[in-house]
């Protein structure tokens, strides 16, 4: 079966928290305001690595307006955090390892008097040396970061015998490339509000991508039973990976007991550069060699990533890169190697895309060097060597066959044609335009052997809805919008048939994170496995009262309707008045737990589904200045289904956004620990300037025959290989390997008007 | 501090310290706020007027998130200072369409997916409003200027470009 | 009521309504006193930290600071800039529009609409750094100043280098001759290089005018640049050079080794000295050949 489609907007449906966005109706949790809160402001290390000597908190507690200052010694539970390890202290006591770290917070009337609180705690620090690259941090004699070492992670991977793989090769490359540290940039900052409750509990009302992690984590540093917090965490303003790990939640929530007030933190920017995560800094040296024919032979790979001072899923996203190293191309001789370390950088962790933003660069980077060394068309050398449908993943695990990796390059050559043909030539002769390719393989779900399981439930509302609930979170990528679709798909209801209903740990199941493109394959399977039992409840109830029997009947719009042997089924029921419940009949209710689909091999964190994409990129390089301008940026993406069309417009050329900037101007640039670029006046995100105006979305939707997945979720895979379509785009026009991204202007200048005078001077007029 | 005690309204030629009754219009209702006159316009609206579709982001005026009308002019209210906004008409995104009826540019943003977290929509609607306003049929260039100061971090902008061409095709 | 985010600063805000009366404020003050327009460089630097001065001298209802004009009657005519006008309004403006569209193209440049709505033109020279500078700069710019010696016309480059701190801007005056030399014909340029498309700071902003003889030749050279990490100077050494060059190919040549041999930038964590260098020796080189182009003595 054969099924791609173009999406436009107009094939689509508006979201449903649509209305409330445009009008600016809709409340994010850092909107809300309760009664007699405070304002809670927390104190951050003023230096990258130092010994605390004394931490005096005396002058700030009695400034009047104050109500609390709190430190390491006022946490109940365990002082720290972390999704998989709780290294980083919720307060840092002896010593600080980033300039995110927190020592004090407080709670006071207002944010003025909180932040002059935060000026008159007195701490005395003595410096220590920085470790502001892993090679310093991994040099012997180096001070330990954590008693378990400065290396957080090491992975490798290793498949038939790489020497005689390059001993055969007839050509070899060799590079290192180096990839920036992304900043997620959401509009809205982290925060919210933090409630006490009578029963001696709290509410949370704080953006998360995991409600119940945010819960658990918080139990375990508050001493307190999971039962009696409540985590409220849709919707935000964005979030990318970055509010998936807790940030300000535990500081306002030990302000709220402390107090017993409402406590507001809501960070400002420049907080949110400071104790926020970012995507890993990675430099990564390959060496790939191939036949004179272009079949890929020996890949060998040294990955080192700058995980920062703590842990969060720095392991995770180091195993993520390693699995992607050989990405979709068939290598028989491989061997990669994977190092996480621990630096005074800040704190990287996770990010859209999770560690395979920069081994696709890279993997794709050596590919272009390669077929440019073998003369052959890009495309053309990259047919040689993907991977067919069934062939094993890229750890030589078992895998959900899936004929993605032929199918986007089909298309993309197919856009390649097209553009070439629409690129017109820019007037002036010092801007050149360039075109350029790159494919990749992206991994749904947490793999295997991490705890990954999802669910769902139906139920029939009091109000006569088909409610249905999940513990996913609206961070802005349209997962209401999967929902509500796939109800409609499912049901054949009507959209005011369908309560939809996330966000809040008190009333949803425990459905895993909203991470790792999950969301809406769970959503899919959820419904498969709930439709059935659902459905037939809901009948056996109309059936009772009727007497019509469960096989006449189905459900659609409104209410239940009896088959017709001939012509539209019949209305003869009212979901309103089913849910009116008659003595002796229990509340309709079926839930449903499952793990995520995984591979069989034990491989830990292989994946077992996985989505494809191509992307092409057409470029103007100005040598006078080195500016590049992407006038195309398309995108052909192989994940199933589409199920949202406008969601999944949305996530493909929003994430071709995002992924610009990385390539062109993203860097949270630190020196010596310390952030440079603290706002958006020097962190530069891309402007609508910087975008070309339209973007042509290719859906890929055939999936192997006998497929039993449904959809993937298609949040990632839209921003894994921008970069490496932008950068040979750049080599397309002028000549120049960019190998460090963000690329720079610098580079470009100085590679393309070698030995000095340039080189349009001399053979061009204006 | 020595303050003359002569000129100390804001409507005067000086003024003190501290709070005073700051009188503005806001969605074409006159409003009297206590505030210094230093206070940022944003958080008038949202911490006194509730009015938090007015985002806050970089408080920088690097964003716009929290971009609103004075006069009918575009401007960022976290650049704002309340001295400034005495006499003067500010519209916000509340002012602008209702969950019943929407104004074009809201409709034409659902229908185009111009937004997802949707945090800085609020901003980049009036900021589409005042280029239509005054260029009801914009080139991509002009739309490029006009929408320079508002950053979204979630469409790509793809989406808020066809969201323009959608209004000037409905306007026209 | 609402607190100032700042609460520590206890700000006075006098609402002057006279030139004279808002210098009377500042010369009373003097450190403890700024003036205000549209305030958007002010508020910026207060979210970074730089608290508000005790006094803020709001020029917002001097009408004398307002409106541009044409004024032909005098010695050397001049468009008349208000000090207060918004950077938009000169956007909209005909005179701007017709007479100084460099001045257009450069303004568009500055931030957004939604600063350019509240900042000045007068705001954007005050502090000695801002985008317009150099360009206007090469228009031989000068700004009509009140201090306490009176009001008088000084040129910018003077403006900017000594800055009296009192003074405040009446007007901007940019002299007609700058863009219509009568026999003579000009040749001007304004490249401002930033990060990204738009709403950047400068990594260099550079401008120039040149004007010509019938045979091509450079009889007067302006060169001017800024950056985030320069403010806006004139390039004598290159302005000197050029004076007498005739366009040519070697001339364009020429000035690229020369830029390369005596222009010193600065570094910041974006961009590196050596970077700033190249791309100025290759905007000029280019501007040169487009120069060449445009003379009526190559199109003959």
């Known amino acids: 079966m054969e099924a791609k489609s173009p999406l436009t907007a107009q094939t689509t449906s508006i979201r449903p928290d649509g209305v409330e966005k445009v009008t600016g109706q809709l409340s994010y949790l850092t909107d809300l305001s309760f009664s007699a809160t405070l304002y809670g402001k927390v104190l951050r290390s003023a230096f990258p690595h130092a010994k605390v000597l004394s931490l005096c908190t005396k002058e700030a507690e009695n400034l009047p307006g104050v109500h609390a200052v709190l430190t390491a010694k006022d946490v109940p539970g365990v002082n720290g955090y972390g999704i998989i390890e709780p290294d980083q202290p919720v307060f840092c006591e002896d010593r600080v390892r980033s300039v995110g770290d927190a020592l004090a917070a407080v709670a006071a009337d207002s944010k003025e008097i909180a932040e002059r609180a935060l000026r008159l705690i007195k701490v005395e620090y003595e410096e220590l040396p920085v470790l502001d690259t892993p090679e310093k941090s991994l040099q012997e004699g180096a001070p330990l970061l954590h008693e378990k070492g400065n290396q957080l992670h090491e992975r490798t991977h290793a498949n038939g015998d790489i020497e005689a793989g390059f001993a055969a090769a007839a050509v070899i490359e060799e590079e290192t490339y180096q990839l920036p540290r992304q900043m997620h940039a959401y509009m809205e900052t982290e925060g919210g509000t933090v409630v006490p409750e009578a029963d001696g509990g709290i509410t949370v009302y704080m953006g998360t991508q995991h409600g119940f992690k945010d819960r658990f984590q918080l139990a375990r540093l508050l001493n307190m039973d999971e039962d009696n917090i409540r985590v409220v965490s849709s919707p935000m303003g964005g979030s990318f990976g970055g509010k998936d790990e807790l940030n300000v939640q535990p500081y306002a929530a030990l302000l709220a007991l402390k107090t017993k007030r409402p406590v507001k933190i809501h960070q400002s920017r420049e907080e949110s550069v400071k104790a926020g995560l970012k995507r890993h800094p990675m430099k990564i040296t390959m060496k790939t060699g191939a036949d004179q024919d272009g079949n890929l032979l020996a890949h060998q790979v040294e990955i080192v990533a700058d995980t920062g001072a703590y842990s969060t899923l720095g392991p995770a996203i180091l195993d993520f890169a390693v699995e992607h190293a050989a990405g979709l191309y068939i290598i028989p001789h491989l061997k990669i190697h994977g190092l996480s370390v621990f630096t005074n950088n800040g704190v990287a962790g996770e990010f859209r895309g999770f560690g395979g933003n920069q081994i696709t660069f890279a993997l794709e980077g050596q590919m272009d060097r390669l077929a440019k060394k073998l003369a052959l068309d890009p495309l053309e050398f990259r047919r040689r060597n993907v991977r067919a449908a069934t062939d094993p993943g890229p750890l030589g695990h078992r895998i959900a066959p899936h004929p993605g990796a032929e199918l986007v390059v089909e298309e993309v050559e197919k856009m390649r044609t097209e553009v070439k043909k629409e690129q017109a030539s820019p007037q002036e002769p010092w801007v050149k335009t360039g075109i350029g390719t790159a494919i990749c393989m992206h991994g749904g779900g947490l793999g295997y052997n991490r705890l990954d399981s999802a669910g769902g439930q139906l139920a029939l509302s009091e109000d006569g809805r088909l409610e249905i609930s999940f513990g996913f979170e609206e961070v802005g990528q349209g997962i209401v919008s999967v929902i509500e679709t796939l109800m409609i798909d499912t049901f054949s209801c009507a959209k005011e048939d369908i309560k939809t209903v996330i966000g809040d740990t008190e009333v949803v199941p425990k459905t895993g994170s909203t991470t790792a493109s999950r969301g809406t394959s769970m959503v899919w399977h959820a419904l498969e496995r709930m439709k059935g039992p659902f459905t037939l409840q809901l009948l056996e109830r109309v059936s009772k009262r009727t007497g019509q029997s469960t096989d006449a009947m189905l459900l659609a719009k409104n209410g239940v309707y009896v088959r017709a042997e001939e012509g539209a089924p019949h209305y003869i029921y009212s979901y309103k008045e089913l849910a009116q419940q008659e003595p002796g009949e229990d509340p309709i209710v079926v839930t449903t737990e499952f793990e995520f689909p995984t591979t069989p091999d034990p491989v830990d964190g292989g994946h077992f589904l996985y989505t494809f994409s191509s992307v092409l990129a057409a470029v103007q390089v100005n040598l006078l200045t080195g500016q590049v301008k992407v006038t195309s940026l398309d995108q052909a993406v192989a994940a199933g289904p589409v199920v949202s069309r406008l969601g999944y417009l949305g996530q493909i050329e929003g994430g071709s956004g995002m992924a610009l900037g990385y390539t062109l101007m993203e860097d949270a640039v630190m020196e010596e620990g310390e952030y440079q670029t603290v706002n958006f006046d020097s962190y530069l995100i891309p402007g609508i300037g910087d975008m070309p105006a339209s973007i042509e979305v290719e859906a890929v939707e055939t999936l192997a025959e006998g497929d039993s997945y449904g959809p993937r979720g298609v949040g990632e895979i839209g921003t894994v290989a921008v970069a490496p379509a932008i950068t040979k785009a750049i080599h397309d026009a002028c000549g120049v390997w960019v190998s460090k991204l963000p690329v720079s202007r610098e580079t470009i200048i100085e590679s393309a008007n070698k030995g000095g005078a340039p080189k349009w001077l001399s053979t061009s007029k204006v | 501090m020595a303050v003359n005690k002569q000129s100390v309204t804001v409507q005067e030629p000086g003024s003190v310290p501290g709070e005073r009754t700051l009188s503005f219009s806001v969605n074409g209702r006159w409003q009297k706020v206590n505030a210094t006159p230093t206070t940022r316009l944003v958080t008038i609206l949202r911490e006194e007027l509730q009015l938090t579709g007015t985002k806050i982001s970089c408080e920088i005026g690097r964003c716009g998130a929290c971009s609103v009308w004075m006069d009918g002019e575009l401007i960022n209210s976290c650049l704002t200072l309340a001295y400034q906004v005495e006499g003067r008409e500010i519209t916000t995104i509340e002012g602008v369409g209702t969950l019943d009826k929407l104004d074009p540019v809201q409709e034409a943003f659902l229908q185009e997916g111009g937004f997802q977290c949707g945090y800085c929509t609020p901003g980049m609607i009036m900021a589409v409003k005042a280029l239509v306003k005054e260029r009801p049929d914009p080139s991509e260039e002009e739309v490029e200027e006009a929408l320079a100061g508002n950053l979204c971090r979630c469409t790509g902008y793809t989406g808020i470009h066809r969201a323009v061409q959608r209004v000037v095709k409905d306007l026209s | ?300």
């Not at chain 3, 209802?61 to 050397?76: H, R, V």
């Not at chain 3, 000068?142 to 007007?171: A, F, M, R």
């Not at chain 3, 260098?277 to 050949?289: D, F, G, Q, S, Y």
């Open chain 3, 1 to 300: 009521m609402v607190q100032s985010q700042h609460v520590a600063e206890r700000t006075v805000v006098w609402q002057v309504k006279s030139v004279e009366e808002a210098l009377h404020k500042k010369l009373e003050y003097k450190d403890q006193a700024m003036y205000i327009a549209g305030g958007t460089y002010l508020q910026l630097q207060r979210e970074k930290g730089i608290p508000f001065p005790p006094n803020l001298i709001s020029l917002a209802l001097l009408p004398e600071l307002q409106g541009i004009s044409l004024e032909e009657e005098a010695e050397s005519p001049f468009l008349q800039v208000g000090a207060q006008t918004s950077l938009n309004t000169c956007l909209r403006d005909p005179l701007i529009i017709s007479m100084f569209p460099l001045l257009v193209q450069a303004i568009k440049q500055v931030a957004a609409p939604a600063v350019r709505n509240r900042g000045t033109i007068g705001g954007n020279l005050s502090f000695g750094s801002g985008d317009l500078v150099p360009l206007l700069l090469a228009y031989d710019a000068s700004v009509s100043v009140l201090d306490d010696t009176g009001q008088k016309n000084i040129p910018l480059h003077e403006y900017i280098n000594q800055p009296s701190e009192n003074s405040l801007i009446i007007h901007v005056l940019l002299p007609l001759a700058s863009v219509n030399a009568g026999e003579e014909e000009t040749f001007s340029f304004y490249k401002k290089i930033g990060r990204r498309e738009a709403f950047t700071t400068s990594q260099l902003s550079v401008a120039g005018r040149f004007q010509l003889s019938k045979d091509a030749k450079i009889i007067k050279a302006l060169l001017t640049v800024g950056s985030s990490e320069e403010y806006p100077r004139h390039l004598e050494t290159i302005e000197n050079w050029l004076q007498g060059a005739v366009l040519t190919e070697e001339t364009a040549a020429g000035i690229h080794e020369v830029v390369m041999k005596s222009y010193q930038p600065g570094t910041d964590a974006f961009s590196s000295a050596k970077y700033r260098k190249r791309i100025l020796a290759n905007i000029l080189t280019a501007e040169v050949m487009r120069a060449q182009e445009n003379a009526s003595y190559y199109k003959e």
